[in-house]
């Protein structure tokens, strides 16, 4: 496994070869999730499923900043990496880790203490409380295991190495999942805290391993002089990327919590059928972003060696490859997602099956629409255009909570479900127009 140059060959088997890789990575990482969804659910009960599924919002909160500082660095090394300055991408991957550990001290420390009353403002069943803050606590506790994994496989990728992360996950993945059931079989009164355990082992080990091999690879690339280990111009110049990026997953998962306190309102058994769902879901949604983000690196070296023209061909092919995640998903949600649904629920009500039914069937027509605009994203992020990328993704997010409200008045939880599909239509227009102003224009820093 080694670096790989962007900047040349056919666009779309470049980006294929390179974004294989990270849909299979993405794949095992929503394992993690997927895993301890499928144990609660059918090892400890619907209440259990709630508990995790409840939870798992509070978390993206946290997976934001996470995403963010992956991005920031993620598209300036690659940057970097296409233009061959080496100095300067060691520094941007030295700055990077020693802001990580700052800002991860900071949230784990706020995330302990205000735990519970997250949990409380989205009107948390009292029935699944104290499951939902026993499984955020231990979560929270791994955050310097999520954020500097997260650091490490976006520097992978920058260098064009998209192999090595899913060889981390892919063995984390399975070692996971191996966990989750031999914990919940030994201890079986734990509760949620079985599953979450499970999970701060896998992550801390992949993490560990993710950073020594970061390390070694650095010291393949070769530099002259000396390196500076940390430079506020450097922070500056990933911030500019990584903020607006820690902005729009933060408040989209605000908005995700604010929507799943209206689902909570419902009773457990939707909320156990929507954690059901809405973990599928996520198996497609996330799929489509990280090859994006692959994308956003394909778009990112090439502007660093200042070939625009292969970035309008990127885009092509790029959708041809998110198109191939979101079709074959989508039939098969739309006409099998409740039976996919049922594998996490241990004796299921008919309420959270047909919930689950219902959300997939409304959301996953609309999973190719969603597929033009997070190619469009990719491409905007490679282009450091953070102010378009921004409008679509909050437009999109307003819609939804907004709309939620709303629709849930009149159509009951059907009413939130639908809220997603009017989002997307209404932000796919914009970032795919978006990209045809960026792309037109000769002011693409830092061609200039």
């Known amino acids: 496994m080694k670096n790989k140059d962007l900047t040349t060959g056919n666009p779309y088997k470049v980006l294929l070869?390179?974004?294989?890789?990270?849909?299979?990575?993405?794949?095992?990482?929503?394992?993690?999730?997927?895993?301890?969804?499928?144990?609660?659910?059918?090892f400890l009960g619907e209440d259990m499923l709630a508990a995790v599924g409840n939870g798992y919002e509070v978390t993206l909160i946290f997976m934001a900043f996470a995403f963010g500082l992956n991005i920031g660095c993620s598209v300036i090394v690659s940057q970097l990496f296409g233009a061959k300055k080496f100095n300067d991408l060691k520094t941007a991957v030295f700055t990077t880790f020693i802001s990580t550990g700052v800002l991860c001290t900071v949230l784990t420390i706020l995330g302990e203490i205000f735990t519970k009353p997250l949990l409380l403002l989205i009107n948390t069943p009292e029935s699944i409380l104290f499951d939902s803050q026993v499984y955020l606590n231990i979560y929270i506790a791994s955050l310097p295991f999520v954020f500097f994994y997260n650091v490490s496989t976006g520097i992978f990728s920058a260098l064009g190495d998209s192999k090595t992360p899913f060889a981390f996950l892919a063995c984390s993945s399975v070692a996971n999942i191996i966990l989750d059931i031999v914990f919940v079989i030994l201890f079986p009164n734990l509760g949620t805290a079985t599953v979450a355990l499970a999970t701060f082992i896998c992550q801390g080990i992949s993490c560990i391993l993710a950073v020594i091999f970061v390390l070694k690879r650095l010291k393949t690339i070769e530099t002259q002089g000396r390196v500076t280990v940390f430079s506020f111009n450097m922070l500056r110049r990933i911030s500019v990327i990584a903020i607006p990026s820690i902005l729009q997953q933060s408040f989209i998962s605000v908005g995700n919590i604010v929507i799943q306190g209206i689902i909570n309102g419902f009773g457990t058994s939707v909320v156990a059928g929507y954690s059901a769902a809405v973990k599928?879901?996520?198996?497609?949604?996330?799929?489509?972003?990280?090859?994006?983000?692959?994308?956003?690196?394909?778009?990112?070296?090439?502007?660093?060696?200042k070939k625009l023209h292969r970035v309008k061909k990127g885009f092509g092919a790029g959708l041809s490859i998110v198109s191939m995640i979101a079709i074959p998903f989508a039939l098969l949600y739309f006409f099998f997602g409740q039976n996919l649904s049922e594998v996490f629920m241990k004796a299921p009500t008919y309420e959270a099956l047909d919930t689950a039914k219902m959300f997939l069937r409304i959301v996953s027509p609309?999973?190719?629409?969603?597929?033009?605009?997070?190619?469009?994203?990719?491409?905007?992020?490679?282009?450091?255009?953070?102010?378009?990328?921004?409008?679509?993704?909050?437009?999109d997010l307003v819609l939804r909570v907004g709309l939620?409200?709303?629709?849930?008045?009149?159509?009951?939880?059907?009413?939130?479900?639908?809220?997603?599909?009017?989002?997307?239509?209404?932000?796919?227009?914009?970032?795919?127009?978006?990209?045809?102003?960026?792309?037109?224009?000769?002011?693409?820093?830092?061609?200039?």
């Open 366 to 395: 609309f999973y190719a629409m969603a597929a033009v605009k997070l190619t469009a994203d990719g491409v905007l992020r490679g282009l450091s255009k953070m102010g378009f990328f921004m409008a679509a993704t909050f437009t």
């Open 280 to 305: 599928l879901n996520n198996l497609v949604i996330t799929s489509m972003i990280t090859v994006g983000n692959g994308i956003s690196n394909y778009t990112a070296q090439n502007l660093g060696a």
């Open 17 to 42: 070869s390179f974004c294989i890789p990270l849909f299979a990575s993405v794949v095992f990482q929503q394992l993690y999730n997927l895993a301890d969804s499928f144990v609660a659910g059918r």
């Open 404 to 448: 939620s409200f709303v629709l849930s008045r009149y159509l009951a939880d059907t009413g939130i479900w639908l809220s997603w599909p009017i989002g997307w239509a209404v932000a796919t227009v914009m970032s795919f127009t978006f990209y045809l102003i960026t792309v037109k224009s000769k002011k693409t820093s830092p061609l200039n």
